[in-house]
């Protein structure tokens, strides 16, 4: 697996699972001529036509955060070539949860939590998670009242 994240955070991509790291802040992936089975931009800053130039035929491009033109330009790309473009929301059936589970139980899926923040602050928590600087999960904490 190739992960693709600025200088601060490729450990923790190597922590995860990654075998090849890239640091975007110095080199472009999809300018390397490397191809893929699938991309997974999570954040939404990878270029578009970069990305689905950088699959391989019949590959997939998981848009985890689409802006409208990739919203729109998705389906056009899924019909007009091999490549199939993922944007938007997806629904999830039960088991797909239940795989999900069985995966993060075997540990074959790490979670890395990087600051948690009592209910309260969630404005703090959302100012953090907006800075790009987090290296992995922020928790919002709920305290349960025993009083009822």
Known sequence: MTAVDSTEKLDVL???GADHVIDYTHEDFTKSGETYDVVFDSVGKSPYSGSVRSLN???FYLLGNPGLSQQ???PWTSRTSGKKVIAGTLS???EDLVFLRELIEAGKIRSVIDRRYPLEQTSEAHRYVDTGKKRGNVI???QHDDQA
Request: glycine share 14%; net charge positive; no cysteine.
């Open 14 to 16: 190597g922590f995860i």
């Open 57 to 59: 035929e019949n590959g």
């Open 72 to 74: 729109f330009r998705a």
């Open 92 to 94: 999830y059936k039960t």
């Open 140 to 142: 919002i904490t709920v």
